[in-house]
Each structure stands twice: as structure tokens, then as C-alpha cells.
């Protein structure tokens, strides 16, 4: 008992240290290994015996050896994908987390073996047993390979150093340390650009640079929460992502105030939820350009349940999306861009692929039926693809240049050019 108290008196401060900016579901994962390991040490006298303690010893060494591979690897695959490095923090971060979330499996597994003990049909304990673990395992599984991410390490390309880009550190409303770079070519309008899920700046910088190519405004890119550079480890699907670029605007409005008299927000997939909702809170938003965006987020929980097998699609759908929204403490069955970009007094420009398998092109449809919203259905386009054809850029430019004039005729909201087609 004293090596227990002990333990815990010494790892609470330390694992709350560590875990600050995480949600308090992730705190509670990250504290489970120490707890499983109190009980390791600290059993009764009659339990205290070698073999018991070799047995439940050998389980726990089983369980980090798991959870280290799984995080090498996982690791491993994001940096090759993402095109950056491996960070050894990073690494164990997850790693302990995964011992977290096993720890906390092995408990629930002991406490329905306890509970089952007075079932009186011997037979039927183990079914139900493994049928309730595998009830809670589903949502929680889906919810944390969706919303718990893994952060690599990135250096910016030679094509955006060459705009010798402003490097900054700001804080959001609710904590988080934010990082991002910002292309100041003193022009009063400032593209703010927000990446998707498991992105970071440096896949998004050819975006700004494209632009400052062929036009003088400003550009400004972060890695959002639980990406890149940028504190905490939980994605919200758009939702608190929005308060990064919200940061974002407050630190080019104290470090360069002449830069952000107007703002144009640019978001690929979850950040086009984020930029539409910080956009609706600027009030020297102009324009609003989205890339392969979702209209709700509850038509996405039920996409992401439908390649399960029927009977459990329903149950999948309600209990992932509440064990998301408790992990990353954000309501995400309200989330509906369609429903913000309804009320925006601006133009939005929407580029989908008809052939998106991630974000069907009913979700773009969705957006592009909106009055304020013109854009274009890209015949053959996937999710991460539309920008491969240059007349993509030859498309925004022509649309922030809209944004832009003076002439009173020109009217961003209703251009009329032929659709593109995706390579």
C-alpha cells in the first residue's frame, strides 16, 4: 500500500505535467499504465507469489513490447508518407498512450471476469464477456484512430524558404501553443491557409507559394492542433481547430496589423470546417475558399459506420460519435458547415472531386447548392488530388483577384468558367 501511494504521489504531478494541453480523457489514458503498474507491485500477502508476479509481470512486458512496436511503426509510415522525420518524443508519447489504452482494456477485461463470476450459466461467461468488450472496443477504437494523432517532424521545402517566411509561436483561447509560418509580402490581404487531417504546413506550403507566384497578397500557414509542430495530440474534425486560426488572426493583428485588413481563409477537408468557422467569426473575412470539404459531420460519422457489417452500423455510428466527441470534449454532432456557410455575408468558392471516396461528392454537392457559393464538381477527382492541374490555382488566383477589385462589376460569387478536369 505505501509503494502505491507513493507511486501515484509521484507520477500524478508528473503525468499531469506531461499531458497538460491533452484532453482530460487522454490524461486518464496516460495515467493508466502507472496505475497498472501500482498493482503489479503492490498486491496482498497471499498473491505474493513469484509465479503471480512473473505471470502478471510477463502480461505488462507483453503489453509495452506491443505498444512500442506499434508506435515505431505507425511512426515510421506517417513520416514516409507525410515526407518528414520521426520524432523520438513523439514516438513515446504514443507508445505510452497504447500502454494506456491496453492497461485500461486489461481492467475492464478483470472487472467482467469479477462480475460474470456470479452468472449461474457458466457456459454463457465468456461470450458475453468477449461481447461486451468488443461493444466497447468499436466506438473507442474508431474515435481514437480518428481523432488521437500522430505527430511527425517536417522541414519547410526550398520553395516556400525562398519567400523567406516568417516563423511564430501564438496561443489559443483555450491553451494550445500554435505554430506556423507566415509569407509577408506587404500587401494588406492575407491568405490564411488551413490543412487537412494528419497534414502539417509544409504538405500545404506549394498552396501558398503557387499564389505568391502570380500575386502580391500575404499568405500564412499553421500546423493545427495535434499536427506538425503545434501542442496537443486530439483532432476535432474542424471544430476547436478553428480557435488555431482564430490565433493565428490575433498575432498577425499584434506583429503585423497593416497585413490583416482583409482575410481570405483556405481549407482542405477538416481545415475547410475550420476555416468556415473562423471565418464566420472575422469580421475582415472577404472570401472563404474550401477544398474537398464535408457539409455535416454526422453524415461523415455514418459514412465512416457504413463499411461495417449492418447489424452494427447503427450502434457504431451513435456510440463512435459520442466517444469522439468526449475525447476530443467538443460537441461534434453539431457540426455542419453547410449550415455556417449559409449564413456568411461573403463570397466561398468550393472545389470537390466527383470521384472522392473520403468525402463523397454528396457532401460537396451539399455546399455548392448554397446561394453565396459558386465552384466547381471536378470531373474524376479523388480527396487529395485536385490541385495536381494548374488551372486549380488559375482558379483561386482569379477568385481572390475578384475578391480584391475595386470595380463594383466584378462580382467574385459568380463567375462562369468551364469545369476542370482532375488529372
Not at 99 to 113: A, P
Not at 196 to 211: E, I, M, Q, R
Not at 279 to 305: C, E, Q, W
Not at 309 to 315: E, F, S
Amino acid at each position: 500500500m505505501i509503494y502505491r501511494a507513493a507511486l501515484l504521489l509521484i507520477a500524478l504531478p508528473l503525468i499531469g505535467w506531461w499531458t497538460w494541453p491533452e484532453t482530460w480523457i487522454v490524461r486518464l489514458i496516460m495515467l493508466a499504465p502507472v496505475v497498472r503498474f501500482a498493482t503489479l507491485i503492490s498486491t496482498d500477502s497471499r498473491e505474493r507469489k513469484l509465479a503471480v508476479f512473473l505471470s502478471r509481470a510477463k502480461v505488462f512486458v507483453v503489453t509495452i513490447g506491443i505498444s512500442i512496436a506499434a508506435a515505431v511503426a505507425q511512426h515510421m509510415s506517417m513520416a514516409q508518407m507525410l515526407g518528414g522525420f520521426v520524432r523520438p518524443t513523439e514516438v513515446v508519447f504514443t507508445a505510452w498512450f497504447y500502454i494506456g489504452c491496453l492497461s485500461i482494456l486489461e481492467g475492464i477485461d478483470w472487472l467482467l471476469r469479477r462480475a460474470l463470476m456470479k452468472l449461474p450459466a457458466a457456459p454463457l461467461r465468456t461470450p458475453l464477456r468477449l461481447l461486451i468488450i468488443i461493444m466497447i472496443i468499436l466506438p473507442s477504437a474508431m474515435a481514437i484512430v480518428e481523432c488521437v494523432r500522430v505527430k511527425t517532424g517536417y522541414t519547410l521545402g526550398e520553395h516556400a524558404l525562398a519567400f523567406d517566411p516568417i516563423e511564430f509561436h501564438t496561443t489559443t483561447s483555450d491553451g494550445l501553443n500554435i505554430h506556423g509560418y507566415f509569407f509577408d509580402r506587404g500587401h494588406d490581404t492575407t491568405l490564411i491557409i488551413a490543412h487537412g487531417l494528419g497534414a502539417h504546413t509544409d504538405n500545404f506550403s506549394p498552396y501558398a507559394t503557387a499564389l505568391l507566384n502570380d500575386h502580391p497578397i500575404n499568405s500564412l500557414i499553421i500546423d493545427l492542433r495535434a499536427h506538425g509542430y503545434s501542442a496537443g495530440h486530439t483532432a476535432s474534425f474542424g471544430s476547436l481547430e478553428s480557435r488555431d486560426l482564430l490565433a493565428a488572426v490575433d498575432w498577425l493583428d499584434v506583429n503585423h496589423p497593416a497585413a490583416s485588413k482583409h482575410l481570405v481563409f483556405y481549407g482542405f477537408s477538416m481545415g475547410a470546417a475550420a476555416a468556415t468557422q473562423a471565418a464566420v467569426k472575422s469580421p475582415r473575412a472577404v472570401g472563404l475558399i474550401l477544398d474537398s470539404g464535408y457539409a455535416r459531420l454526422t453524415d461523415m460519422a455514418y459514412v465512416l459506420a457504413s463499411q461495417l457489417p449492418q447489424g452494427v452500423r447503427q450502434y457504431a455510428y451513435y456510440t463512435g460519435l459520442g466517444a469522439a466527441s468526449a475525447i476530443t470534449q467538443a460537441p461534434l454532432w453539431k457540426l455542419a458547415p453547410v449550415e455556417t456557410i449559409a449564413r456568411l455575408n461573403m463570397p466561398v468558392r468550393v472545389f470537390h472531386g466527383s470521384a472522392d471516396v473520403q468525402i463523397p461528392r454528396e457532401q460537396g454537392e451539399q455546399l455548392l447548392d448554397l446561394p453565396n457559393v459558386t465552384g466547381r464538381m471536378i470531373a474524376g477527382g479523388g480527396h487529395t488530388n485536385l490541385s495536381a492541374d494548374p488551372r486549380y490555382f488559375v482558379d483561386m488566383g482569379r477568385f481572390i483577384d475578384l475578391l480584391l477589385a475595386d470595380d463594383g462589376e466584378q462580382n467574385p460569387s459568380s463567375p462562369d468558367q468551364p469545369t476542370i478536369q482532375a488529372r
